[in-house]
């Protein structure tokens, strides 16, 4: 079973910056491709940032040119860099790794952004 542990989040006022983490038990390798969902209260959960195993990335049209998605392969881990933060940003932040057949998800790190 693979398990991702997301951190990073928290309060941050409008224009301020976050870099969320998602550490996974298993190599990226395994994966097809690494993604950030988000969800806010009363709304479904909505892609964020992708990464695929070839490095190519995608992102919602709503933070694209502020959002940025990375990954490390030696230490397991994916990023999303959150600038320009809005209040509409505020949401519970999820880690997804897809394979062929199954994806899994993280446990979510709350995002609030607020003044």
């Known amino acids: 079973q693979v398990q991702l542990v997301e951190s990073g989040g928290g309060l941050v006022q409008p224009g301020g910056s976050l870099r969320l983490s998602c550490v996974a038990s298993?190599?990226?390798?395994?994966?097809?491709?690494m993604g950030w969902y988000r969800q806010a209260p009363g709304k479904q959960r909505d892609l964020v940032a992708k990464?695929?195993?070839?490095?190519?990335?995608n992102y919602a049209e709503s933070v694209k040119g502020r959002f940025t998605i990375s990954r490390d392969n030696v230490k397991n881990t994916v990023y999303l860099q959150m600038n320009s933060l809005k209040p509409e940003d505020t949401a519970v932040y999820y880690c997804?790794?897809?394979?062929?057949?199954?994806?899994?998800w993280g446990q979510g790190t709350q995002v609030t952004v607020s003044s």
């Open positions: 990464i695929r195993s070839g490095g190519s990335t």
């Open positions: 298993a190599s990226l390798f395994n994966f097809n491709a």
């Open positions: 997804n790794a897809e394979t062929s057949r199954s994806g899994y």
